[in-house]
């Protein structure tokens, strides 16, 4: 396997909750990423899943330094990215470029798509002098698949999925190595988001590019990600290869997401054993002790309210060999087919 060229370590995200107005006492936090464990190698695509408000856009902002971590460590090509400040800081910053979710906010409606994408050349001069942008922008534009003559042309002339094209384009400006794609096609129709998915697929051959790729649709990630890390409560609680989490998820809560999964074939669809969860998810400022899916996991017992499950082969598999054998955060983790392999939704093509 290639060498790791991103790696998280403990990462926390916490944010005060406050009391009173002139003199604040701090009466909690809301724990939105709370012990995050995560390594990306070179050229590979790394998935996240999870439901809203599971933390992972929180994780994506810290990778791309826009949130500091509570604690914790992110590791560029061994450098801990955490502790630097300016000149250095800047210099990591165009090696890790962010696509964001929402094509229609992440754009200035105020400026010209060339003025958009050379925009991160200001910040560093020296990947292109001013006598070269317009054509590197050009350049960038017909990567993408946009006209070059489009450069002019403002936001509100583009359709969802071109904007996304520009939102892209300009995260390729500085020709980063690792590029954190949040949500990216959540926000388009189903037929553009496989054109952006195809897209994504093509530039990262061309350019060597690793992803960090944050969705909620599993058959996207399915279709993108080399591995899978599944996120609940502020916690990734099973990480494996794309196989082994979709064809033999060994973690209740992955169990009960695949699940879910629409299946087209009516057949399949009435054969396959849906999982319904009880209850809701629980505040990230009252978690619960141990593990924090014990609530909704038909399989808690005592242990999973006293103990915190470790990310790692569980107990059942050591010692064993096959698919089943990648890491979850249960105590009583056992291999559970919930959806047919080749009927995993329809993912882009």
């Known amino acids: 396997m290639a060498e790791p060229i991103l790696e998280v370590s403990g990462l926390v995200k916490h944010y005060p909750l406050t009391r009173g107005i002139l003199f604040k006492k701090q009466v909690g936090a809301v724990k939105a990423v709370d012990g995050v464990d995560l390594v990306l190698h070179q050229g590979e695509t790394l998935g996240i899943v999870g439901e809203s408000g599971c933390g992972k856009s929180t994780v994506a902002k810290m990778l791309v330094n826009l949130e500091r971590p509570t604690a914790g460590t992110i590791r560029f090509k061994g450098e801990d990215i955490t502790r630097l400040s300016g000149r250095a800081l800047k210099a990591v910053r165009r090696n890790i470029q962010m696509v964001f979710q929402d094509p229609y906010t992440s754009l200035n409606p105020r400026m010209t798509v060339g003025d958009i994408i050379g925009e991160p050349f200001d910040i560093h001069p020296e990947v292109a002098p001013k006598g070269d942008r317009r054509r590197r922008v050009q350049e960038l534009l017909d990567v993408v698949g946009l006209n070059p003559e489009y450069i002019n042309r403002y936001p509100h002339q583009f359709s969802g999925g071109q904007r996304q094209r520009i939102g892209i384009a300009r995260g390729l400006a500085l020709r980063p190595e690792v590029i954190v794609a949040d949500e990216p096609v959540s926000a388009l129709d189903v037929s553009v988001q496989a054109q952006v998915i195809n897209l ?15 969705a909620h649709d599993l058959s996207i990630v399915r279709h993108i990600s080399d591995r899978v890390g599944v996120m609940y409560l502020g916690r990734i609680v099973e990480i494996g290869s794309d196989a082994q989490i979709y064809d033999h998820p060994t973690h209740p809560y992955t169990q009960a997401l695949l699940s879910a999964v629409p299946v087209p074939d009516p057949e399949a669809r009435e054969e396959r054993e849906r999982i319904i969860l009880a209850g809701d998810v629980p505040s990230p400022t009252n978690v619960p002790s141990g593990c924090r899916f014990r609530t909704r996991c038909w399989k808690a017992k005592e242990r999973c309210a006293l103990e915190v499950p470790e ?3 569980p107990e059942a598999f050591r010692g064993a060999q096959g698919p089943a054998v990648h890491d979850s955060a249960c105590h009583f983790a056992e291999e559970r087919q919930v959806v047919p392999p080749e009927e995993t939704g329809n993912g882009p093509g």
Request: hydrophobic residues 55%; aromatic residues 16%; charged residues 20%.
């Open 200 to 214: 994504l697929e093509s530039l990262q051959k061309d350019f060597d590019l690793s992803y960090v790729f944050i």
């Open 311 to 313: 990310l790692a082969v």
